[in-house]
Antibody, heavy 117, light 107 residues
Framework: EVQLVQSGAEVKKPGESLKISCKGS????????IGWVRQMPGKGLEWMGI????????RYSPSFQGQVTISADKSISTAYLQWSSLKASDTAMYYC??????????WGQGTLVTVSS | DIQMTQSPSSLSASVGDRVTITCQAS??????LNWYQQKPGKAPKLLIY???NLETGVPSRFSGSGSGTDFTFTISSLQPEDIATYYC?????????FGQGTKLEIK
């Protein structure tokens, strides 16, 4: 069974760093792109970027380029999304999702990130 | 960037109604268009990929059509469990954009 399991909710202060994770199982982790999607409270879906764990090829949405870093450790089938300095506006639910061709077919359960002083 | 214009932003319909949502791309995206359903507190679910292909396990009352810049998503007979927000998503050379979403409610 294909599963993407994300790390738990985080509460951080502005200026702090954070790395959240997405662990894949039940399929060949290195053979599928993994994307990250942001959903701010009460708002729509925003595509942030995507990584191919097989060779770490990474693409970013222009809106998120330079704001976050996407990485992956294929040895433990895990993708990451990280911030070096969080802002209150980073408060959101973050989803990872697998992309075979076209659509994102399997999604993680989401990680809620709250940034507040 | 390719922009997606989805309409309407909200929709109220009765059980059994035919429901249609449209999505327009700012440039030709061929058939690189997907549709998702998101229920409150849940992750999105892929319903339709490549404009018109039904994802495995998705009921046949859901369908999609279109190519180029204009796309349509249809629920042929609305069921109570279809209450959700629906999003279109385009992809072009590993860059993706979501539409603004359509919140579907029961009348």
């Amino acid at each position: 069974e294909v599963q993407l399991v994300q790390s738990g909710a985080e509460v951080k202060k502005p200026g702090e760093s954070l790395k959240i994770s997405c662990k894949g199982s039940g399929y060949s982790f290195t053979s599928y792109w993994i994307g990250w999607v942001r959903q701010m409270p009460g708002k729509g879906l925003e595509w942030m970027g995507i990584i191919y764990p097989g060779d770490s090829d990474t693409r970013y949405s222009p809106s998120f380029q330079g704001q976050v870093t996407i990485s992956a450790d294929k040895s433990i089938s895990t993708a990451y999304l990280q911030w070096s300095s969080l802002k209150a506006s980073d408060t959101a639910m973050y989803y990872c999702a697998r992309q075979p061709t076209g659509g994102f077919d399997y999604w993680g359960q989401g990680t809620l990130v709250t940034v507040s002083s | 960037d390719i922009q997606m214009t989805q309409s309407p932003s909200s929709l109220s319909a009765s059980v059994g109604d035919r429901v249609t949502i449209t999505c327009q791309a700012s440039q030709d995206i061929s058939n690189y268009l997907n549709w998702y359903q998101q229920k409150p507190g849940k992750a999105p679910k892929l319903l339709i990929y490549d404009a018109s292909n039904l994802e495995t396990g998705v009921p046949s009352r859901f369908s999609g059509s279109g190519s180029g810049t204009d796309f349509t998503f249809t629920i042929s007979s609305l069921q109570p469990e279809d209450i959700a927000t629906y999003y279109c998503q385009q992809y072009d050379n590993l860059m993706y954009t979501f539409g603004q979403g359509t919140k579907l409610e029961i009348k």
